[in-house]
T-cell receptor, first 115, second 117 residues
Framework: AQSVTQLGSHVSVSEGALVLLRCNYS??????LFWYVQYPNQGLQLLLK??????LVKGINGFEAEFKKSETSFHLTKPSAHMSDAAEYFC?????????????FGKGTMLLVSP | NAGVTQTPKFQVLKTGQSMTLQCAQD?????MSWYRQDPGMGLRLIHY???????DQGEVPNGYNVSRSTTEDFPLRLLSAAPSQTSVYFC????????????????FGEGSRLTVL
């Protein structure tokens, strides 16, 4: 079975500082990996996805993530945090074995950005 | 450009009452699913469907029923609501199947917040 671990339920940064949100996965086959963002009282929006092409993936709003097979990691980064980045972030892995789009999500990391 | 539409957005029920959360998508997606979101638990899959007439259980199916009579609609039914079903529910859809070009990306609705007293 697939699983996703997000280290840290809350991460606090200052505006302008580096954002690093950690995600590790377990999968018996090469995975598809996703980062979603959820703003307060809204649904989930796709930030970026890894689909076995380039290992460094660029997404919306200046975020990027690097797939590292040897570390089974897919950490999300942004060089300079903005107040508008405050939200909850979810890492997810796609279950290729099922042949369909069943995603397994991590428990989420709340990003807090202070002035 | 509606995407995935969920109704109602908010609902309060008493224990034992029944209700249906509606979900509709206009993207001709084969795959539809329901997740529940609880604090500190992330999103957990309740039920999913890979096409009209085909449904299956996810991680937390107990207390919920689904059916898929059309490609567009995937309602979630609570037959006898319990306080443990207080949660935010998300419907999501995808093209389905790992065909060329399909990565499994899910498209989400805005959510339905349910409180069971």
């Amino acid at each position: 079975a697939q699983s996703v671990t997000q280290l840290g339920s809350h991460v606090s940064v200052s505006e302008g500082a580096l954002v690093l949100l950690r995600c590790n996965y377990s999968s018996s086959v090469p995975p598809y990996l996703f980062w979603y963002v959820q703003y307060p009282n809204q649904g989930l929006q796709l930030l970026l996805k890894y689909t076995s092409a380039a290992t460094l993936v660029k997404g919306i709003n200046g975020f990027e993530a690097e797939f590292k097979k040897s570390e089974t990691s897919f950490h999300l980064t942004k060089p300079s945090a903005h107040m508008s980045d405050a939200a909850e972030y979810f890492c997810a892995v796609s279950d290729l074995n099922s042949g369909y789009s069943t995603l397994t999500f991590g428990k989420g990391t709340m990003l807090l950005v202070s002035p | 450009n509606a995407g995935v539409t969920q109704t109602p957005k908010f609902q309060v029920l008493k224990t034992g009452q029944s209700m249906t959360l509606q979900c509709a998508q206009d993207m001709n997606h084969e795959y539809m699913s329901w997740y529940r979101q609880d604090p500190g638990m992330g999103l957990r899959l309740i039920h999913y469907s890979v096409g009209a007439g085909i449904t299956d259980q996810g991680e937390v199916p107990n207390g919920y029923n689904v059916s898929r009579s059309t490609t567009e609609d995937f309602p979630l039914r609570l037959l006898s609501a319990a306080p443990s079903q207080t949660s935010v529910y998300f419907c999501a859809s995808s093209y389905g199947g790992h065909r060329l070009g399909n990565t499994g990306e899910l498209f989400f609705g805005e959510g339905s917040r349910l409180t069971v007293l």
